[in-house]
């Protein structure tokens, strides 16, 4: 009897592999090489560098959506017409600024990194993102690109009651050190000063101090800056129901965080002080260079627009005032769009710089 076997049916095959849903920031990444190739040529992230857009992406869009919260608070007639929407960001400038940081290997989510800062650029109607590197972010850039990176780099405030003493490299000390006692751990008295040291373990010979004044840090305090990092007196203002509008009623005094914003001047010179090694210099580098300046001149001059006839402001510290607070700077691209305005009712932008999670300056 013979016998008939009947092959199974074939199964359909079928694509079992799932894609997972690509994320905003990947989504980001991915038109940041994109739009930066189209421009630039060819380029490959490594993968951390690819994972540092993505955190760039986080902050430039919380950075949007706290400012347009601000911008859509103002009053209908002093609020300017720009929303803080991704349609409105300069994609091709912020792709070329992201890969250059992100080379860098500095990262936005991290306190005293690099800040990020949305200013009008008036010949297209978009938002350009500046970046400002912070102390941190300093640390970074020099320890990448220095010619002689010192092992260690102190950064010290002196008090009333400490015993401080420097010992300067001459023909009977071959070394520059210094001491420092604390007399008091927990009453230290006021600040007098402050000091950096480079240490070079493998080479004393190099180790280089630098002793600060009290008058050396106040002097590189910005002319104006603020009463809530750096302490002292603040205009008070409150609601007046007859005039409809803020008034100012007087001055209060505010403590601030004067020590740490010292530290971080004092750090800032530190690390601005070691020499970069031209041969370490790369596209990336020169790249943050010219970022910083056309930053710098752009929001320049929308502060000599704002405030014409008046004394210029400082930007040289403002990147670590920021930390954990909210920096001002004003989009204004008329003098006369600021007359017979209240300081709080001037078209301005506002940004909050460190997510607001956490109260004063974060170290």
């Known amino acids: 009897m013979n016998t008939t076997t009947t092959a199974p049916a074939e199964t359909p095959k079928t694509d079992l592999a799932i894609k997972a849903p690509v994320s905003q920031s990947e989504r980001f990444t991915n038109a940041v090489i994109k739009e930066f190739s189209s421009n630039n040529g060819a380029v490959t992230l490594t993968t951390f560098q690819k994972k540092l857009c993505q955190n760039y992406f986080i902050k430039v869009d919380q950075t949007l959506k706290?400012?347009?919260?601000?911008?859509?608070?103002?009053?209908?007639?002093?609020?300017?017409?720009?929303?803080?929407?991704?349609?409105?960001?300069?994609?091709?400038k912020l792709a070329v600024d992201v890969i250059a940081y992100s080379s860098v290997e500095l990262d936005p989510t991290q306190p005293n990194?690099?800040?990020?800062?949305?200013?009008?650029?008036?010949?297209?109607?978009?938002?350009?993102?500046?970046?400002?590197?912070?102390?941190?972010?300093?640390?970074?850039?020099?320890?990448?690109?220095?010619?002689?990176?010192?092992?260690?780099?102190?950064?010290?405030?002196?008090?009333s009651t400490d015993k401080f003493k420097q010992f300067k490299k001459d023909a009977n000390n071959p070394v520059e050190t210094y001491t420092l006692e604390i007399t008091d751990d927990f009453n230290r008295g006021e600040v007098v000063g402050g000091f950096w040291y480079h240490e070079f373990k493998d080479n004393p010979e190099k180790n280089k101090?630098?002793?600060?004044?009290?008058?050396?840090?106040?002097?590189?305090?910005?002319?104006?800056?603020?009463?809530?990092?750096?302490?002292?007196?603040?205009?008070?203002?409150?609601?007046d129901q007859s005039k409809s509008k803020n008034v100012k009623v007087g001055t209060e005094k505010?403590?601030?965080?004067?020590?740490?914003?010292?530290?971080?001047?004092?750090?800032?010179?530190?690390?601005?002080?070691?020499?970069?090694?031209?041969?370490?210099?790369?596209?990336n580098y020169l790249a943050i260079l010219q970022k910083e300046n056309e930053m710098n001149d752009s929001i320049i001059?929308?502060?000599?627009?704002?405030?014409?006839?008046?004394?210029?402001?400082?930007?040289d510290e403002y990147t670590d005032e920021t930390d954990g607070k909210t920096l001002e700077i004003p989009v204004i691209t008329s003098p006369v769009e600021t007359q017979n305005l209240e300081p709080e009712n001037a078209t301005q932008q506002t940004i909050d710089l460190d997510q607001a999670q956490q109260e004063g300056p974060q170290f």
């Open 301 to 315: 001059q929308n502060q000599i627009d704002a405030n014409a006839n008046k004394e210029p402001l400082d930007f």
């Open 66 to 92: 706290d400012n347009e919260k601000k911008r859509m608070a103002k009053s209908e007639q002093q609020r300017d017409p720009l929303a803080f929407t991704w349609e409105n960001v300069n994609m091709s």
């Open 209 to 239: 101090i630098k002793v600060f004044s009290l008058k050396d840090i106040e002097k590189r305090k910005p002319k104006y800056a603020s009463a809530e990092f750096w302490g002292g007196l603040k205009d008070k203002w409150e609601w």
């Open 254 to 283: 505010i403590d601030g965080w004067f020590e740490e914003m010292a530290i971080k001047t004092i750090s800032r010179n530190a690390y601005n002080a070691i020499t970069i090694d031209s041969k370490k210099i790369d596209d």
């Open 113 to 159: 990194h690099i800040s990020i800062i949305p200013y009008k650029n008036t010949a297209n109607n978009k938002f350009d993102m500046g970046f400002l590197i912070g102390y941190r972010g300093m640390e970074i850039k020099a320890k990448k690109y220095g010619l002689e990176v010192p092992t260690d780099v102190v950064c010290e405030l002196v008090y």
